[in-house]
């Protein structure tokens, strides 16, 4: 079943220098229907990068967090989001 998806990709600084600035490329791995259904943001810190045991950068999607995201991450996040899957989000 087709479910509108939000992404929020962190670009505080923390995140962005440890590789943040790779994901702001997501669009562009992802079909026009796909993106017809999911909003990507940007924020400015989700507050997470004090917390211990997880690494940035940080992406979250829907209500689930990402860390170390990648590009292949957040499209087996986004995969799974819209096929009603399961991914084993980090937070
Ligand atoms: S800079 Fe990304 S969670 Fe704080």
Do not use: W
């Amino acid at each position: 079943m087709n479910k509108n998806i939000r992404i929020r990709i962190c670009t505080g600084t923390t995140c962005y220098v440890m590789g943040a600035s790779d994901l702001l490329v997501l669009e562009e791995h992802l079909s026009a229907e796909q993106l017809s259904r999911i909003s990507i943001t940007g924020a400015a810190c989700l507050g997470l990068c004090r917390e211990h045991g997880l690494k940035p950068p940080f992406v979250q999607v829907n209500d689930g967090i990402i860390s170390m995201a990648t590009i292949e991450k957040v499209l087996d996040a986004v995969k799974a989001e819209t096929e009603g899957g399961l991914y084993a989000y980090d937070k």
